[in-house]
C-alpha cells in the first residue's frame, strides 16, 4: 500500500483539498473498478467525461479524487486533488506506484506508422537469442521473456504499462523494446517513463481521423522524442523527410540511419527474393529472411539498435540471419501448383504502396498480382480511396472486401475505397463484401506464377462485424484453400 502524497510525485498539483496522507491501494480511472482505499482519476475521455462519475465513487467510499474540475458538493472525508490533466498526473501517478520500473531496465521505444511491430519483436527475439532476459510491448503481444500476454492496444494504458514493466523487472529483465503509438503519447500513455533510447521508423498518412491534421499527427510523434533526456540515444530514419524534424529539440544523442543517403548506420540490397535479402550493412554483408524495401530499414533499426545497446557487430549480424519474419507480417505461403499467397497487415497506403512494389520487383514476368483489400470502419476515411487507387494501379486484379467494418456498414465503406479507381482500372476490379468469399474468389482467379495479396489484417486472427467479434484468419483461410486446391475452374 502507497500513500497518496507519494504517488502525486512529479504532478503538477494545483489544489489539494484534505489530507493526502492517507494510504491508496490502487489507483483507478474507471468508476466501476473503485474500492475503500482507491484513488480515482478523473479523465476526459473520446467517449466519456470521468468527471461524471466523482459524486458516484465518493458515495462507494473512495479515498481520493483527482480531477481538473472540482465537483459542486465536496465531501469532507475524501481528498480532492485538482490538476490541469487528469491524464498526465495519471502517467506520473503510475510511474510512482509501481517505483518508476523503467528506471530499472533498458527501454527502447520505437514510433512511427509503419514497421514498429516488426522491429521491436525482432529486437525482442535477437536480444533473447544471445542470453538476454528481455521484455516486448508490441501491437501483436505482450512478453516477459518467455511468458506472453494478450495485447489489447499497440501501447498499453499507463497503469497496466507500468504493472508489465514492473513484473519484467522483478523477472530479471535487463531488456524492454516497446512500440510508441501516436495515440499513446497523445493520451500521455508513456508519461513519466524513463527511455534508453527511441527509434523513429517513418511518417505516412494514419490515423487522421484521431488527429485530425498530418501537421498534428507529425507533432504526436516528435513529442516523443523532446521528452527523450541526455542520457538516451535517437535512432532517425533519414531517408523520410521527417527524420530530421523529429529531433530538431531532443536532449538525446542523435544517431542516423538510412538506405538512400549517407548516414551513421547505413544499408545497401544486394539481393530481393521471396525467399529473403541479401544486404551490405556497414560494409558487412548478411543474409535475412525478411523480404522487400520495407524490411531493408527494419533490419537496419535492429542492427543500429543492437550496436547502440552494446551488442557486438558480429554477434549481431549472425543473430540477424537467423531471425524470421513476424506472423502476419509479409507472411508468405505457396501452394503445391505454384501460386503464391503473402498475407500482410498493410493497413495505410504507404504500408500497402511498400509491399506491392516489392511483390511486382521479385515476382515472375508471367505471373500476376491479385490483390485482396479493404479499410477499416470507425477509422480514417480519407485513406479509403487512396489505398483503392494504390491496389490497382499497382495489381492486375483488386478484390476490395470488408476489413473489419465495426460499427460501419461494409458496403458503404467499399463505395467510398472505389472512389479512388480511375475508369480504366474499373474493370480489373471487383467489390466482394464477405472477405472469405473474396479470398477465396482471388485464389480462383489465380494460376501458377501468379501472386495473391491479401492485405490489411495480418496477424488478427478475428473480424468485427457491428460491434461483434467473431474468428477470421486470413492465414487460416488461404491455407485451407491451397491445401484442398478446391477451386471452381
Partial sequence: MKQLKDILYKCSLLRVIGNNDIPIDMISFDSRDITK????????GTNTDGHKYIDQVVNHG?????????PESIDNKVCYVLVKDSSETLGYMACNYYDNPSDKINLIGITGTNGK???????????RSIG????????????????????????????????LL???????????????????????RITGLTFKGGIFSNLTHDH????????????AKKRFFDRLSSDAFALVNIDDKNGKVMVQNTKATVHTMAIKKPADFHCKILENQFDGLLLNVNGKEVWSHLVGNFNAYNILAIYSTALLLGIEEQEALVAISKLHPVGGRFEYFKSPEGIIGIVDYAHTPDALKNVIETINAI??????????????????????PIMAKIASEGSNM?????????????????????????????????????????????????????????AGKGHETYQEIKGVRSHFDDREVLKELFVNDNRQK
Avoid: W
Avoid at 473512495?62 to 472540482?70: G, M, N, P, R, T
Avoid at 523487472?169 to 500521455?188: L, P, R
Fill in 117 to 127: 511491430t516488426t522491429t521491436v519483436t525482432l529486437l525482442f527475439e535477437l536480444f
Fill in 62 to 70: 473512495i479515498a481520493a479524487v483527482i480531477c481538473e474540475k472540482l
Fill in 363 to 384: 515476382r515472375s514476368g508471367s505471373g500476376k498480382l491479385i490483390t485482396v483489400v479493404g479499410a477499416g470502419g470507425d477509422r480514417d476515411k480519407t485513406k479509403r
Fill in 132 to 163: 538476454y532476459k528481455t521484455g516486448l510491448i508490441s501491437t501483436v503481444k505482450n512478453c516477459i521473456d518467455a511468458k506472453e500476454y494478450t495485447s489489447t492496444h499497440t501501447t498499453p494504458q499507463p497503469l497496466q504499462l507500468n504493472a
Fill in 398 to 454: 483488386v478484390v476490395l472486401t470488408s476489413d473489419n467494418p465495426r460499427s460501419e456498414d461494409p458496403d458503404k465503406i467499399l463505395e467510398e475505397m472505389a472512389e479512388g479507381i480511375s475508369i480504366d482500372k474499373k474493370r480489373s476490379c471487383i467489390t466482394i463484401s464477405d472477405r472469405r468469399q473474396a479470398i477465396k474468389t482471388a485464389y480462383n482467379l489465380a494460376n501458377v506464377d501468379d501472386v495473391i495479396l491479401i
Fill in 37 to 44: 482505499n482507491s484513488v480515482f482519476v478523473a479523465i476526459k
Fill in 208 to 219: 487522421l481521423d484521431f488527429h485530425k491534421t498530418f501537421d498534428a499527427y507529425l507533432e
Fill in 166 to 188: 514492473d513484473e519484467m523487472v522483478n523477472a530479471g529483465c535487463e531488456f524492454c523494446f516497446m512500440e510508441v503509438s501516436s495515440h499513446a503519447i497523445v493520451q500521455n
